[in-house]
């Protein structure tokens, strides 16, 4: 193995070329710094999220993505609907209404051609790219991150030094990992399997394009369902994992998933006549987060931060929002020659409150809550309610959905506990 043991310097050294590191990266690099970024696979390559939610506008106008992304054949998604256990779709909530302005329609995306697309935007802001390189190890002096080791294609490695180090490297998280830093969320522990079909039902206009949320019976799980371009239309099912893998007979993917189609009446007549076009791929879709956003030297971004259920889409949002905002830290420590531990996490507190805003809206739905009624009981508050669904994360005011959601959510607990109080009464 050949070693280049010449020391290479950066202002700032990103692990990994998904959307959350070419975030961080591109908007340091539009700032002036010097960057360079690691991507160990050469894009494309496959990744699972295809949705995007309206309030990723904002973050791509910054990226100077807008206009690529308006140039795409990707499919325009306007609205969000649900499915309940007996197959009753929901009003639509249509993004546009609440909000009449262009941030309102978004994209539903091959991930594979986003993600690339995000690469080459960081290339053409100025971040030095290298795919197909293996970050071995984040150099560590003391308790400070001060830069990387890396392996090309050809063997040959090398060390990087920076003044922060970004690790973007998704759940595998390097610094997390090294660090001990993971905790799992105790209450969203879940699975996917999933595939594509060709020639499954879409809806015409304003609703060809809107992401599906179809539950199961008894509310064991809930499929996406999600049209791309092409005819193609991902479709995937999401449940604790134990009950996906633990507790039944089979293993077998495919069985799985035909199993659980046949437990949603809002899925089978979409793909009853479709084809399958192919493999089925699986994931455990656990939710962590990192006990810090931020130490001496070093930063956490995206999936390597934190994972959160893909119940709502909001994967690419937290991506890009969080690299946003790591990004705005970074930049300003930079300029204050402070990227100590302190400096570096600004910008944690906001971000997690977002994401919290999220999981509560997440573990609402998988304890039964159901949207219609709520509507229903506070209409003034549905404007609020899709706020939240289109990623409208960071302001204090989509706060007062609480309380009402938590009165609706007592009022079914108690008419469940009469309902099951009189059927009991009645067997005896």
Known sequence: MVTDRTDKSADVVVIGGGPSGATTATLLA???HDVQLFERERFPRFHIGESLIP???????RLKMLPKLKKSPNVKKYSVQFVTEHGKLSEPFYFLDNKPHECSQTWQVYRQEFDQ???????????????????????????????????????????VRAKVVVDASGQSSMVMSRLGLREWDPVLKKAAVWTYWKGAHRDQGKDEGATIVMQTKGKKGWFWYIPLRNDIVSVGVVAAYDYLFVDRETKELEKIYFEEVERCPGVQPRIANAERCDVFRAAKEYSYRSKQAAGDGWVLVGDAFGFLDPLYSSGVLLALKSGQLAADTIDLALKENDVSETSLRRWEADYIKGMDRMRKLVCAFYDGFNFGRFVKKYPHLKGTVTDLLIGDLFRDEVDKVWEPMEIVEAERRAEKAAREAAMLASAN
């Open 30 to 32: 539009l700032q002036g």
């Open 55 to 61: 309030e990723t506008y904002w973050v791509l106008e």
């Open 117 to 159: 697309l995000m690469l080459e935007n960081a290339r053409e802001q100025g971040v030095a790219v290298h795919e197909a390189t293996r970050v071995l190890e984040v150099l560590f002096e003391g308790q400070r991150a001060v830069g990387v080791r890396v392996q090309h294609e050809d063997g040959t490695e090398r060390e």
